[in-house]
């Protein structure tokens, strides 16, 4: 296992020729800061602030075609850490312009950092310094990262899984406040969705309300959310006696 990980990340090491201008971005909210290094790992340029904005972006990719043409360089090879939801802004635009970009494992940062320092201080630019040292060194995931129509995917699948979350705990703290306040209520109807019984917790969710409700009113109040009549007034029926 060791062996096929050395020899992949020699592989990767090798895919970079003297011609490939190496970044390392440390990813921030309002800035990023960006290393570029040679193959070799000499450090040729850093800027500590560059902004998630166009502005910014635009003056990034300034920085990288001129130090491209002034190197005689051909390609660009970016590693970064995919914290959060930062990265894509400037991950994305970069691939726009034809730079390849690839991760680093945060592991992998956290290990290098205190190898080459005496203390494990973060600093934006040293960060930066140490993703582009080590994807030079052929230490980034070397996978495609998603673009077009699989990244809205992607991201629907991701939102759609968030928003799932969130309604079942929200149906489970539902069902928790019923259980303590009107257990009866839940029980008079199928299920936790149903129109009818939104409509009673919207008008009269404790059996106090209900009591200063008068039935014909729940029965209606009822009827109207399921539009059945029948249904309306035997809820209401029952739902008056539980409470």
């Known amino acids: ?55 910014g972006f635009d003056q990034f990719v300034r920085i990288t075609e001129d130090l491209k043409a002034k190197l005689g360089m051909k390609d660009v090879l ?26 680093i494992k945060t592991t992998s940062v956290k290990h ?3 190898l080459n320092e005496s203390s494990s201080a973060k600093s934006d630019i040293k960060d930066a310094i140490t993703l582009a040292n080590l994807t030079r060194e052929g230490k980034y995931i070397d996978t495609v990262i998603a673009n077009g129509v699989s ?12 928003i799932l979350r969130q309604s079942t705990g929200a149906k489970n703290a539902l069902h928790a406040v019923l259980d303590d306040y009107f257990p009866e209520l839940k ?12 409509a009673v917790l919207e008008t009269c969710p404790f059996p106090e ?12 109040i ?3 959310a399921s539009r059945s009549k029948t249904e309306g007034t035997k809820k209401a029926r029952a739902l008056y006696l539980a409470a």
């Open 112 to 114: 290098e950092r205190e």
């Open 209 to 220: 309300d209900v009591l200063k409700c008068d039935q014909s009113a729940i029965a209606e």
């Open 151 to 162: 990244r809205q995917l992607r991201t629907l699948s991701k939102v759609r899984e968030k």
């Open 78 to 103: 970016i590693g970064l850490e995919p914290t959060g939801h930062y990265w894509r802004k400037i991950a994305y635009f970069s691939m726009d312009q034809g730079y390849a970009v690839r991760f």
């Open 187 to 198: 029980k008079l109807f199928y299920a936790m969705h149903t129109r009818g019984l939104w």
């Open 1 to 55: 296992m060791f062996d096929n990980d050395y020899n992949r990340q020699v592989e990767r090491r090798q895919r970079i020729k003297k011609t490939t201008l190496v970044l390392g971005i440390d990813i921030g909210d309002d800035f990023n800061a960006v290393a570029y290094m040679h193959k070799e790992g000499t450090i040729l340029s850093r800027h500590p602030i560059v902004y998630n904005s166009r502005a």
């Open 222 to 224: 009822i009827t109207k």
